[in-house]
């Protein structure tokens, strides 16, 4: 009998549990704000870099040594959230963590020997993309002594201009950094849209033209050989021994994302050029299909195995919207996330990934309270640049097993992170 009450309170508490999720008003700042702080407080939870003996900026792992589930590049994508999160909320609580997380691990530019075993082009990309941010939101800037975030992004930048081989499919950037690893041997559209995502970026911060031109050779190519067809649909890789011509036809919303996000800062450099106004329109169309059939953003191969450019801003904003929507009810009321936004409730699929996805969801609906876009130099920025930085040696690989294919497809869950911030981050732009 008692047995029978216990199971029936069960079944009813879990029912409760279904119905509550994380209480907060898409429509007023202060709620969204304070939402956030409760995501983040538990996505913290997750870290630990920051005690004594631990390494700073790191999630538990990487897995290949068997200390947590988290590769090095997932830890950069927290600490892009949590400066959004300092940007869109003032909050300063977790500032001292991510201007640690992001310094110490911009060692040798954010090419540690200690994950060279893992070491995309894509991975050393992410981390400059989050110092990019640092500079264009105008989060606070490193002491004199430390490495500024301008610098960083620009030594990234320049690390990818010299792994660029017109010799081998005509360009492009290889996956992995390093001969050994799984990835060396085939170009993708990661490494070579973040490559124009910051070329773009740093083109419009700095005013120098240079990155522009690396900006646009990377898109070109990517078009070129077919990464990119006329309908707007991003493709994965193709591999080195067939020039490149093979195209894997995997879709992943973080490849449209950063090229989209990477159009809309050329736009906006360019002054509208029709050359990137075409493309920017074409490509948000096609993304905002694909990945967000019913509104609601969803990650095809994972989860189903403005007065210049209003025509992008309006459709973007409002997928914002549901998505966030759905985000909230992914979660529980202490904060507690889960991976899919469609189900209307929390689905038990928790993690830092799924933390920062719905973080970064909730968030970009704050973008409409921006009143200035992104920073430059010239109107506002203040972090110092280094356009030699970054030119140097590789550093020497370290000793775990590589990782494969099928390890980052399984972390592909972050890509929703990518999306709805970058997403937010293009809206904030085109918008102005
Ligand atoms: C943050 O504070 C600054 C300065 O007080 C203010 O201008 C800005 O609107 C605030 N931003 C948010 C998101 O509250
Ligand atoms: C590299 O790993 C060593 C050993 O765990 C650690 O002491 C060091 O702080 C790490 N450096 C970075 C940049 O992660
Ligand atoms: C390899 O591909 C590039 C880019 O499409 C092309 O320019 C080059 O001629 C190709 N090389 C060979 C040997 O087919
Ligand atoms: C865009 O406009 C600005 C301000 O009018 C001007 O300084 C800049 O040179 C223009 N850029 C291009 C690429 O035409
Ligand atoms: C977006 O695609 C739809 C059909 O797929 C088309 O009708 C519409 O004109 C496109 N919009 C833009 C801005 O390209
Ligand atoms: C958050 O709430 C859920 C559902 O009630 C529960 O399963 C989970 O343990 C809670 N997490 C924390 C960190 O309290
Ligand atoms: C512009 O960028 C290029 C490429 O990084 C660099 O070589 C050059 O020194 C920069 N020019 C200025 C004026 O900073």
């Not at 106004?277 to 403005?306: K, S």
Request: hydrophobic share 40%; charged share 15%; proline share 6%.
């Amino acid at each position: 009998m008692v047995s029978i009450l216990t199971s029936r309170l069960a079944i009813f508490l879990a029912a409760t549990c279904v119905c509550a999720a994380l209480d907060v008003d898409l429509t007023s700042v202060a709620s969204i704000q304070s939402a956030a702080n409760v995501v983040a407080q538990s996505l913290l939870s997750y870290y630990h870099g920051d005690e004594p003996g631990q390494v700073p900026g790191i999630l538990p792992g990487p897995p290949q040594r068997g200390t947590g589930p988290y590769y090095w590049w997932e830890g950069d994508v927290l600490w892009g959230t949590m400066v959004d999160y300092w940007h869109y909320t003032n909050d300063t609580t977790f500032n001292e963590a991510t201007t640690q997380a992001l310094l110490f691990q911009s060692e040798d530019t954010y090419n540690s020997a200690n994950w060279s075993l893992s070491m995309g082009n894509d991975d050393q990309g992410f981390w400059a993309m989050s110092a990019m941010l640092a500079a264009e939101v105008g989060y606070p800037d490193p002491p004199a002594d430390q490495p500024q975030w301008l610098a960083l992004a620009q030594g990234v930048f320049n690390n990818l201009v010299s792994r660029w081989e017109p010799e081998l499919c005509g360009g492009g950037l290889r996956w992995q950094v390093f001969t050994h690893n799984v990835g060396f041997d085939y170009k993708n559209t990661i490494a070579t849209g973040i490559m124009f995502n910051i070329g773009a970026r740093l083109a419009r911060y700095t005013r120098n033209d240079s990155y522009a031109t690396w900006a646009e050779r990377s898109w070109d190519w990517l078009v070129q050989l077919n990464y990119i067809d006329d309908q707007y649909n991003v493709y994965d890789s193709a591999h080195i021994g067939d020039n490149c011509t093979i195209v894997d036809k995997a879709q992943f919303s973080y490849n449209a994302a950063v090229l989209a996000e990477g159009l809309a800062y050329m736009y906006a450099y360019t002054n509208a050029s029709a050359k990137w106004q075409t493309p920017l329109a074409g490509l948000v169309n096609r993304t905002l299909e694909f990945f967000f059939p019913d509104g609601i953003m969803i990650e095809q191969p994972c989860e189903r195995p403005t007065t210049l450019a209003p025509f992008v801003a309006d459709p973007i904003m409002a997928a914002l919207q549901s998505s966030a929507a759905g985000a909230a009810k992914s979660c529980n009321p202490n904060g507690t996330c889960g991976f899919r936004w469609t189900t209307g409730a929390y689905d038990g699929n928790t993690g830092a990934g799924q933390q920062m996805s719905a973080l970064a969801a909730l968030m970009s609906l704050l973008v409409t309270q921006e009143s200035v876009p992104p920073l430059t130099e010239s109107s506002g920025g203040t972090s110092k640049g280094d356009p030699g930085a970054g030119n140097h040696a590789p550093a020497l690989p370290g000793a775990l097993p590589p990782i494969t294919m099928g390890d980052r497809v399984g972390a592909g869950i972050l890509t929703t992170f990518l999306v709805a911030s970058l997403l937010a981050g293009m809206w904030w732009l085109m918008r102005d």
